[in-house]
């Protein structure tokens, strides 16, 4: 049977950050399958997909390394038409959530509709940590009123536990593999040519705060070039914006290899920027409860993606060592500038771990996903229904 689907989600669509990314990716395939799919979401401008209904007002704040926005202001009124009005099978919430929102929208769900959760945060420490405790115990409440849990991974898993004490099941972010390639082939060889250039490529792509690592690969771009690791006309292109890029860009100023930085990347122009790496490297120091960028850049055809030894990066890899590099510690500059030199001088060895990352798509490919998610929606109607309506499901 077709679902009617509405995911909950405090923050804005009008960008694309990892449980946005998540939440369309996904949509998108169910809404292909048949399903009639909605977003009750934050304040929201655009309309990148049907259905979208803004429900609250937000305001931008600092929390676990990001910066993101939170509903401060939502109207019962508002939210009780849509669910009157759209009668959904599940409402799907992004967690953890606010009190203020998403919350306010499980306190009003008709008693017929199940309601699943999936957690995607990883704590980047002990402030995080507390501050997940406490959004818990303000939770609590309307979290008693979710049938099914999900995690997009074991250390998303590992703090739904420790924070709002509910077990979950796994089921990582999904790809649009197919898409990737798609949008690369439309943007054509030259564009990946006009990226790539002259010489072997490193390409970095992610916001300039902290935790995302920029220091880390020019601290390692330093130690190569003074200990002569790579090749003489290699070059990086450093791709996003943040609070730190123009200290990243005085850090990397001394460099004699190239180093541009182009700033903000279109979601059109990603794959081909990502397809153009000899080398992509991702080195985030922590907070990360999946690594779907490391995915994209997979499935666009980078030659090598390394990425720093977190968590969240190391169960997206599935524990692939060789691509993997410290990020933390004195030695960790020499580790990483050691991975990009092999990249790009032992092709034998680049060849295998391209093939061996390659076979990772099947497993986060939006279909796979999807019947996945599939499955736990129609567990959590079970929950919801009498055993008669069970057997029509």
């Known amino acids: 049977m077709t679902l009617r689907i509405g995911f909950v989600f405090d923050d804005t669509l009008d960008v694309l950050d990892g449980v946005q990314a998540h939440i369309l ?29 803004p429900l609250a007002r937000n305001m931008m704040v600092a929390f676990n390394g990001n910066r993101m926005r939170i509903p401060i202001l939502s109207k019962a009124s508002s939210i009780r038409h849509v669910l009157d009005e759209c009668n959904f099978d599940v409402l799907h919430v992004q967690a953890p959530y606010s009190p203020l929102f998403a919350g306010r929208v499980l306190n009003r769900a008709d008693d017929a509709t199940a309601v699943v959760a999936t957690y995607h945060i990883a704590p980047t420490g002990m402030l995080s940590y507390l501050g997940g405790k406490m959004l818990g115990a303000i939770n609590a409440h309307t979290h008693r009123r979710v049938d099914d849990v999900i995690s997009v991974s074991k250390v998303a898993a590992d703090y739904a536990h420790l924070t709002a004490h509910v077990d979950s099941c796994v089921i990582p972010n999904p790809v649009d593999v197919q898409g990737f390639k798609r949008r690369k082939e439309q943007a054509g060889q030259r564009s990946i040519e006009a990226f790539h250039g002259n010489g072997p490529h490193v390409v970095f792509l992610g ?10 690969l020019i601290e390692a771009l ?5 200990h002569h690791l790579f090749p003489t006309d290699m070059h990086v292109t450093f791709a996003g914006k943040g609070p730190l890029l123009e200290e990243s860009k005085q850090q990397a100023s001394d460099l004699h290899l190239p180093c541009n930085f182009i700033g903000f990347i279109d ?18 120091t922590g907070g990360e409860s999946f690594g779907i960028v490391l995915l994209e850049a997979i499935a666009s055809g ?26 933390r510690g004195e030695g960790r500059a020499q580790a990483l ?26 497993s986060y490919d939006v279909s796979a996903v999807a019947d996945q998610v599939e499955e736990v929606y129609r567990r959590a109607i079970r929950a919801r229904r009498n055993p008669e309506q069970d057997r029509s499901i």
């Open 267 to 284: 979601e059109d122009d990603k794959p081909s920027l990502l397809a153009s790496a000899d080398v992509a490297v991702f080195p985030s």
């Open 207 to 216: 916001r300039f705060v902290e935790r995302k690592g920029a220091k880390v």
């Open 222 to 226: 330093h130690w190569g070039e003074s």
């Open 302 to 327: 980078s030659k090598v993606v390394l990425a720093g030894d977190n968590p969240g990066y190391r169960s997206t890899l599935m524990n692939q060592e060789d691509v993997l590099f410290p990020v």
């Open 337 to 362: 500038a050691e991975s990009i030199a092999k990249a790009l001088t032992n092709q034998a060895w680049s060849s295998q771990v391209h093939d061996e990352e390659q076979g990772l798509l099947t």
């Open 25 to 53: 990716t996904l949509g998108k395939e169910l809404a292909r399958r048949g399903n009639e799919v909605h977003y009750l979401v934050g304040q929201t401008a655009g309309r990148p997909v049907e259905h979208i209904h």
